[in-house]
């Protein structure tokens, strides 16, 4: 394993990459708004991408590297991903097929920024689909999946306080037992995402 610091718009992300001799393609995973790159559920999906092949970078944003809790704002975060992938893309340190993630808040911003990476697809672990608002109804982030033109996997628990998004015609929605944390049954994230993963390749 390899740590990379990039320089963002945003200030200095940090990227933890482990590779492989030849590998089939690249996994870019982001962490969630108060959590790390160590989560139960980016290394389950971590492990099941190496043992598929990819080379996985996993990204810390800056507001986490500089040691802030809350997250930046979607626009900064965008910005600072996007830098991010397209510094390792220009360093020949990830290769296509490019597929893009995170869990959570992190899923949210590699959809929102899927088109402008260049991504072949997206992984989505624990989309939190309503956010735990007073407004009734609270608004839905189901636009952003929408708006992801290709292959998305969501991988979700069945006690998910953000709620379950749809699949759809361009996205496979499995469902896991556990809640937000996706930790009850790891074994059947990292199936889910191993599964996924090499069907992209057929």
């Known amino acids: 394993m390899s740590v990379l610091e990039i ?15 030849k590998p089939t393609g690249a996994l870019v995973l982001g962490h969630g708004a108060a959590g790390g790159v160590s989560a139960p559920d980016l290394v389950a999906a971590t492990d099941a991408a190496r043992g598929e092949g990819f080379a996985v970078a ?14 930046a704002p979607a626009h900064q975060l965008d910005a600072a991903w996007i830098a991010v992938v ?16 995170g869990r959570s808040l ?8 899927a088109a402008e990476t260049g991504a072949a697809a997206v992984l989505c672990l624990a989309f939190p689909l309503q956010p735990r608002r007073k407004a009734n109804p609270p608004p839905s982030r189901l ?25 759809a015609a361009n996205r496979e929605v499995v469902v896991v037992r556990g809640d937000h944390g996706l930790r009850a ?3 059947a994230v990292s199936s889910a995402v191993a599964s996924w993963l090499r069907g992209l390749r057929r």
């Open 143 to 167: 636009p952003e999946l929408d708006a992801v033109a290709v292959p998305t996997l969501v991988v979700q628990g069945d006690r998910d306080q953000f709620g379950l998004p749809p699949p």
């Open 106 to 113: 992190g899923a949210r911003v590699a959809c929102r920024t």
């Open 185 to 187: 049954d790891l074994e």
């Open 86 to 101: 397209k510094q390792l893309l220009d360093d020949e340190a990830l290769h296509a097929p490019l597929v893009v993630g």
């Open 7 to 21: 320089e963002t718009p945003h200030g200095i992300a940090r990227t933890h990459l482990r590779g492989g001799a």
């Open 58 to 71: 996993l990204v810390e944003q800056p507001y986490r590297v500089a040691g802030r809790r809350a997250p």
